[in-house]
């Protein structure tokens, strides 16, 4: 007979192998029709959705952090699949707190104050920083909450009975004001500037992580996990978008109206097969849970981790080069051996470095209008490749992408234990190689996984070895 202890690690086993998420369309159209019944009454939002499509290519509902509804909406909620949302913390008296556990869609608030109405009594996005909103659209409104706490929020407009929210999150998911003490502010920015101005090129990657794990202990040590996970990834955006023509492109068009990477989706990082678990234990300490394995197919050669912070409402999808028969192991506890090949993710690693130590991350995805931002970008100069998901409910495609330049000792290595050969050395080093694209996603249906078999269409696509013909 199995015990309580073998159950509850086989439920665990499956629930990190679903990829297989449900289409939420009900759930998705509620929340559409309250968006337009709160934009039909307030023109600030109305206005900014419109600018939202116009000069950025997203859409509203990629932006919102929550809608705030009337009791009488709380059964058709819960009907729809939200469930009361226990990571926001104990609610506020007279409101309870939902979110959707299977769909990417905004989180609610019912609100026993908000009256018998037919429209979200409140609507509030979520920006990278409220002081760059505040700059971009000249609001005089005095932000609530201190500058580098958990949570702040402006209300921007108010009008027949709705208001239009900006709020900022650092490591929380609840709606209540922090009252700082002396050392807050000091150790986040003490956090900031550890992970800003650590050291990322290493001649040995084994050493390089062990360093990184002793700078994420600090981190946390001075502001917790999930405020440690804000500070990271905010700075492995702003490190992966300085190498990346598009992401800045991009980004200035989302600055122009003080949004930031708000509409993130995941964040893609690669990895050698030696540090891949080093990897997970490192996103482990600030936070994340393994959410499913990724197999491409077991001739794809290669599959991946997905994990999620929940806290932060972070997704990263973890990149390995993997032999047929890892397909079927959990690779993300379980050290994978070298080997003496290299597959598309193995040979990125070795021409550019670890992304979580030099190369930083292989691409950010985020939500957009899929068609309306390719053609933005083309009038930028930025040309996307076809999409590798092409559904109704999910579409993706790679911008072009960034070439780098290959360090000379990297290549020389490669070489040397025969894991490229002398022509493909020459072009390395004259040409460089792709090292990082932006990605345009679109999700419909509240849609939270991915494409489990296309996505190697493009992986082959923008192998290295690739590069020298005709790319």
């Known amino acids: 007979?199995?015990?309580?202890?073998?159950?509850?690690?086989?439920?665990?086993?499956?629930?990190?192998?679903?990829?297989?998420?449900?289409?939420?369309?009900?759930?998705?159209?509620?929340?559409?029709?309250?968006?337009?019944?709160?934009?039909?009454?307030?023109?600030?939002?109305?206005?900014?959705?419109?600018?939202?499509?116009?000069?950025?290519?997203?859409?509203?509902?990629?932006?919102?952090?929550?809608?705030?509804?009337?009791?009488?909406?709380?059964?058709v909620l819960r009907n729809a699949g939200f469930r009361e949302d226990f990571l926001a913390g104990p609610p506020i008296k007279g409101q309870k707190y939902f979110w959707h556990?299977?769909?990417?869609?905004?989180?609610?608030?019912?609100?026993?104050?908000?009256?018998?109405?037919?429209?979200?009594?409140?609507?509030?996005?979520?920006v990278d920083t409220i002081s760059d909103f505040i700059a971009a659209h000249g609001i005089t409104a005095k932000p609530e909450g201190e500058p580098l706490t958990r949570f702040r929020r402006v209300k921007v407009s108010a009008e027949k009975g709705t208001g239009f929210e900006v709020v900022e999150r650092r490591g929380y998911r609840g709606y209540e004001m922090e009252k700082p003490n002396s050392g807050t502010t000091d150790n986040m920015l003490q956090a900031q500037q550890l992970w800003k101005n650590r050291k990322r090129l290493f001649t040995d990657d084994g050493e390089g992580f062990h360093r990184t794990?002793?700078?994420?202990?600090?981190?946390?040590?001075?502001?917790?996990?999930?405020?440690?996970?804000?500070?990271?990834?905010?700075?492995?955006?702003?490190?992966?978008?300085?190498?990346?023509?598009?992401?800045?492109?991009?980004?200035?068009?989302?600055?122009?109206?003080?949004?930031?990477?708000?509409?993130h989706d995941h964040h893609t990082f690669r990895s050698s097969r030696n540090n891949f678990v080093e990897l997970m234990r490192a996103f482990e300490k600030l936070g994340f849970k393994r959410r499913e394995r990724y197999y491409a197919g077991a001739q794809a050669g290669w599959?991946?981790?997905?994990?999620?912070?929940?806290?932060?409402?972070?997704?990263?999808?973890?990149?390995?080069?993997?032999?047929?028969?890892?397909?079927?192991?959990?690779?993300?506890?379980?050290?994978?051996?070298?080997l003496k090949k290299l597959g598309t993710i193995g040979l990125w690693v070795g021409l550019h470095g670890e992304s979580f130590l030099e190369a930083g991350m292989h691409h950010l995805e985020c939500r957009f209008d899929y068609s309306l931002l390719r053609k933005q970008l083309e009038i930028e100069g930025v040309n996307t490749m076809d999409p590798f998901s092409d559904f109704s409910f999910l579409t993706q495609a790679f911008t072009e992408g960034e070439r780098w330049q290959v360090r000379r000792e990297r290549v020389e290595k490669l070489?040397?234990?025969?894991?490229?050969?002398?022509?493909?050395?020459?072009?390395?080093?004259?040409?460089?190689?792709?090292?990082?694209?932006?990605?345009?996603?679109?999700?419909?249906?509240?849609?939270?996984?991915?494409?489990?078999?296309?996505?190697?269409?493009?992986?082959?696509?923008?192998?290295?070895?690739?590069?020298?013909?005709?790319?």
């Open 213 to 263: 794990h002793i700078l994420l202990d600090r981190m946390i040590e001075l502001v917790g996990c999930d405020r440690a996970c804000h500070s990271v990834f905010n700075e492995e955006r702003a490190y992966w978008e300085q190498r990346n023509r598009a992401a800045q492109i991009q980004k200035r068009r989302q600055d122009k109206l003080g949004l930031g990477w708000a509409n």
């Open 101 to 126: 556990p299977q769909a990417m869609l905004p989180r609610i608030i019912i609100d026993q104050n908000a009256g018998d109405i037919k429209f979200p009594a409140t609507l509030a996005i979520c």
């Open 415 to 471: 070489l040397q234990i025969e894991l490229i050969d002398k022509k493909q050395f020459t072009r390395f080093l004259e040409e460089g190689a792709i090292g990082s694209h932006l990605e345009n996603l679109q999700r419909k249906g509240g849609f939270k996984g991915f494409n489990q078999e296309s996505v190697s269409v493009i992986i082959r696509e923008t192998d290295p070895r690739k590069q020298g013909q005709g790319a």
């Open 303 to 338: 599959g991946a981790q997905i994990l999620e912070q929940s806290v932060e409402g972070i997704v990263v999808f973890c990149d390995v080069d993997l032999e047929p028969e890892e397909t079927e192991i959990d690779f993300s506890r379980q050290a994978l051996p070298e």
């Open 1 to 75: 007979m199995e015990t309580t202890t073998q159950i509850q690690a086989a439920d665990l086993a499956e629930r990190e192998k679903q990829y297989n998420w449900p289409l939420c369309y009900e759930a998705e159209q509620l929340l559409l029709d309250r968006i337009k019944a709160f934009l039909s009454i307030n023109t600030f939002a109305a206005k900014l959705a419109d600018r939202m499509r116009n000069e950025t290519g997203t859409l509203m509902i990629d932006w919102i952090d929550h809608l705030v509804l009337a009791v009488q909406d709380e059964s």
